[in-house]
């Protein structure tokens, strides 16, 4: 049974470029929420995806959008990267209203903008 | 706003007990959970609370007090292996998949 899977494991960019992080959730699960952690800081809620929809979304502005398809899979997608952006971007999945469900989560993208 | 505090570091000795303790101050509380973070890897779940007391599963345990906004991981019999950041994390009322973490404690195991 496979877990979260994320792609690609690390990134390099340059400032004002764009980025797409991959990821496919656990089987089974039909929910993706993605979360950033900065160094030394917790994960940060970016925003969630059931149904083909953006269903949430953290204090992240417009530069980070997302999608999901229609086998659960998702990306995520930053614009116009700042030298802020650089941090670990974990994908996380669920059944979506299960009380006691943890989130698992994948192994992340390292993404480093220079 | 969500405020969720954590001591950023502690060290403890091979087959000792290490409790990490954990306070929140959020709007609306739904559990909270603990997870571990090995350094470049996922964060895994440990333990989960949604009502007062005490929850054992195995060598971890976690406690909470709803009325305090207090939580604490109850490591015992530590190896080396526990090495790792704990992450303490609460659970958005209204939306089961969004949660809110802490910074992180980080747990140094020595010899």
């Known amino acids: 049974d496979a877990g979260v899977t994320q792609s690609p494991t690390h990134l390099i960019k340059t400032r004002g470029q764009q980025v797409t992080l991959r990821c496919s959730p656990k089987?089974?699960?039909?929910?993706v929420s993605w979360y950033q952690q900065a160094l030394g800081q917790g994960p940060q809620f970016i925003f969630q995806?059931?149904?083909?929809?953006?269903?949430q979304r953290g204090n992240f502005p417009d530069r980070f959008s997302g999608h999901q398809f229609p086998n659960y899979s998702s990306e995520l997608n930053v614009n116009a990267l700042l030298l802020g952006d650089s941090a670990l971007y974990l994908c996380?999945?669920?059944?979506?209203?299960?009380?006691?469900?943890?989130?698992?989560f994948g192994n992340g993208t390292r993404l480093t903008v220079t | 706003g969500q405020n969720i505090d954590q001591p950023t570091e502690m060290t403890a000795t091979e087959g000792a007990i290490v409790q990490i303790n954990c306070t929140y101050q959020t709007s609306g509380f739904n559990g909270l959970f603990w997870y571990q973070q090995h350094a470049g890897e996922a964060p895994t779940f440990l333990s989960y609370?949604?009502?007062?007391g005490l929850e054992e599963k195995g060598r971890f345990s976690s406690f909470l007090s709803r009325s305090k906004g207090y939580s604490y991981l109850l490591l015992k019999e530590l190896q080396m292996k526990d090495s790792a950041s704990y992450l303490c994390a609460v659970r958005d009322p209204y939306n089961f998949n969004k949660f809110y973490f802490g910074s992180g404690t980080k747990l140094n195991v020595k010899p």
């Open positions: 995806y059931y149904e083909e929809e953006e269903r």
């Open positions: 089987s089974g699960h039909d929910t």
């Open positions: 996380a999945s669920s059944l979506r209203d299960r009380g006691r469900s943890p989130l698992h």
């Open positions: 609370n949604v009502l007062d």
